[in-house]
């Protein structure tokens, strides 16, 4: 069993940073793999970006490659989200998700979810 936490959303102008955390209790971090996700009013949730068990390649979806980097630190059982550039079309509520095998894409490959964190991007 995973709990998962979100913070560090928040109100930022375009062109602003954010950082998002994951922090993870209640079982072994680093047996599971990372992913972000997130979901607009109206929309689907949305892949953002995944990282495997002990980090190494991760994997971003088109929209925010080159603006946004996934990391983990494994002995703070910590997930980031660093945003850049942001976007107004970035605005969604931001969740975390924990994944027992490595299927980055798919919702239905994670077991355990947060709460979710809202990011608004004003223009």
């Known amino acids: 069993q995973v709990q998962l936490v979100e913070s560090g959303g928040g109100l930022v102008q375009a062109g602003g940073s954010l950082r998002l955390s994951c922090t993870a209790s209640?079982?072994?971090?680093?047996?599971?793999?990372m992913g972000w996700f997130r979901q607009a009013p109206g929309k689907k949730r949305e892949f953002v970006a995944a990282i495997p068990w002990i980090g190494g390649s991760t994997y971003y979806a088109d929209s925010v490659k080159g603006r946004f980097t996934i990391s983990r630190d494994n002995a703070k059982k910590t997930l980031y989200l660093q945003m850049n550039s942001l976007k107004p079309e970035d605005t969604a509520v931001y969740y975390c998700?924990?994944?027992?095998?490595?299927?980055?894409?798919?919702?239905?490959?994670?077991?355990?979810w947060g709460q979710g964190t809202q990011v608004t991007v004003s223009s």
């Open positions: 209640g079982s072994t971090f680093n047996r599971y793999a």
């Open positions: 998700a924990a994944a027992s095998r490595w299927a980055p894409v798919a919702t239905t490959a994670y077991d355990y």
